[in-house]
Structures are given as C-alpha cells and as structure tokens.
C-alpha cells in the first residue's frame, strides 16, 4: 500500500466535508458529481476508509469482507 502523509483535518473535518460532496451530488445529480472538488473526493474517500471499507487495488479481486469494523476516533480528534 502507498505511504500517505497524514491529513492535518480532524475526522469530524473529513465527515463533514464528505457529507456536503454528498450533498452536492443529491441536490444537482450527474452536474454535481461531475462539479466535485479534488478536496470533495479526498474527503469521501477517507470517510469510506474511516467507515471501514476495505481499498481494492485495480486489477485485484475485491475482498470476501469488504467492510471492516471502523476504527474507535483517536481523544484528540485526529
């Protein structure tokens, strides 16, 4: 798996930041998917991660579980 640097954002950060993508996506469909930020699709992505889906390389054959058990957020919101 790639090293990635960690994200100065809190996980409340991330969660709010994917829940408005999604909301962009629900309020204007296929224009408001296609009108996401890099930081939108950042944010979705580490929350799917944070809910425990499991990352499936290209190529790959996905996982038998897909969906782990997520991870208790850290005290101090990291």
Do not use: C, F, W, Y
């Not at 930020?37 to 979705?44: K, N, R, T, Y």
């Not at 054959?61 to 850290?74: F, G, H, I, M, Q």
């Amino acid at each position: 798996m790639a090293e990635v640097p960690p994200n100065p954002k809190t996980m409340r950060q991330v969660l709010e930041g994917a829940s408005r993508a999604v909301g962009k996506i629900d309020m204007h469909g296929l224009r408001g998917l296609t009108g996401l930020s890099i930081a939108d699709i950042e944010d979705m992505a580490l929350a799917l991660i944070a809910l425990g889906l499991v990352a499936t390389p290209p190529g790959e054959t996905p996982p038998a579980e897909l969906v782990l058990a997520p991870r208790k957020e850290a005290t101090d919101g990291q």
